[in-house]
């Protein structure tokens, strides 16, 4: 099973951006869907986007025109933009490819 590692979260002021990246111990991202969720305290895992082999993304509503998903393969890692972060973006966010998760990175965006 691939393992898959987040990183690059943290605290950021409300408008601010980050990077976050999602490092899969073997290549994968050229076969499968990678996508990135973040979940809040006391709600539900939600979808944020997902980048298909071929390239297409998809994007949950609340973060379209702000977050960018993207990925390089010979670095077997997949990337989420977060520009114009807003309080309501701040979540735990995991990574998920094939049939793993990865551990999550905490986004906290203060107001």
């Known amino acids: 099973q691939v393992q898959l590692v987040e990183s690059g979260g943290g605290l950021v002021q409300a408008g601010g951006s980050l990077r976050l990246s999602c490092a899969a111990s073997?290549?994968?991202?050229?076969?499968?869907?990678a996508a990135w969720h973040r979940q809040a305290p006391g709600k539900q895992r939600e979808f944020v986007a997902n980048?298909?082999?071929?390239?297409?993304?998809n994007y949950a509503d609340a973060v379209k025109g702000r977050f960018t998903i993207s990925r390089d393969n010979t670095k077997n890692t997949v990337y989420l933009q977060m520009n114009s972060l807003k309080p309501e973006d701040s979540a735990i966010y995991y990574c998920?490819?094939?049939?793993?998760w990865g551990q999550g990175t905490q986004v906290t965006v203060s107001s």
């Open positions: 998920h490819s094939a049939v793993s």
């Open positions: 980048i298909a082999p071929g390239g297409s993304t």
């Open positions: 073997r290549s994968i991202f050229g076969t499968f869907v």
